[in-house]
């Protein structure tokens, strides 16, 4: 069974500040979405993540898979208050083609 | 492009009774999902359909879920009867396929009391 770990689960930092958000899933996976949920808000698509040593930008987001750790990372860069919301890893599995979701990360950046 | 429409939106029911909800996906998405997701937590796939097809229904509760998508564009989920448990946000989405990403609708809220 397919296990996928957030950490931390809740967040709170300044703007400005720079931190790294990680994703661990437990069994082999060929792609890795990230998505982002505002408050009583829908799941809006940030990145998928194809192969091993796959990176993404976008803005001030940056997405990483390292498939022979089993790890994604989201790292935010010089964060800033738009940036507030519950970010969640999505790993595919292979077996079923089922989305297995992490709990979420609970981003808050205070001004 | 129009996206995911669900509806309702918000829905408060007394334990036992009836509630179905309604999604349109995106046009010519053949692909289409309904999520349950708890508060706090991830969505948790309740059934994916090909065109008209369930082929995955593993995790739906089948004793009082059940759901359709007649000619494999629109479709309805529907509780019967509603328990307190039940209370969530229901998310369908929708794809080109199991190989693509998924696009999720606004949600409904389902509150039972």
């Known amino acids: 069974e397919l296990k996928v770990e957030q950490n931390p689960l809740f967040l709170s930092m300044q703007e400005e500040k720079n931190y790294t958000i990680y994703c661990n899933y437990s069994t082999t996976s060929d792609r890795l979405y990230w998505y982002r949920q505002d408050p009583g808000k829908s799941l809006e698509s940030l990145f998928v993540?194809?192969?091993n040593g796959a990176v993404k930008q976008e803005g001030r987001l940056m997405a990483s898979l390292d498939t022979k750790a089993r790890l994604s990372t989201l790292h935010i860069t010089a964060a800033v208050h738009d940036l507030s919301a519950t970010y969640f890893c999505?790993?595919?599995?292979?077996?079923?083609?089922?989305?297995?979701w992490g709990a979420g990360t609970k981003l808050i950046i205070k001004p | 492009e129009a996206g995911v429409v669900q509806s309702p939106r918000y829905k408060i029911i007394e334990k036992k009774q009836p509630v179905a909800f309604w999604c349109n996906p995106i046009s010519g998405h053949n692909t289409l999902y309904w999520y349950r997701q708890n508060l706090g937590q991830g969505p948790e796939l309740l059934i994916r359909?090909?065109?008209?097809?369930?082929?995955?229904d593993s995790q739906l509760p089948k004793d009082r879920f059940s759901a359709e998508r007649l000619k494999g564009v629109d479709s309805t989920l529907k509780i019967q009867p509603a328990e307190l448990g039940d209370s969530a946000v229901y998310l369908c989405a929708s794809g080109w396929g199991v190989a693509y990403e998924q696009y999720f609708g606004p949600g409904t809220r389902l509150t039972v009391t």
């Open positions: 359909y090909e065109n008209e097809e369930a082929v995955d």
């Open positions: 993540l194809l192969s």
């Open positions: 999505a790993v595919h599995m292979d077996s079923n083609y089922q989305l297995i």
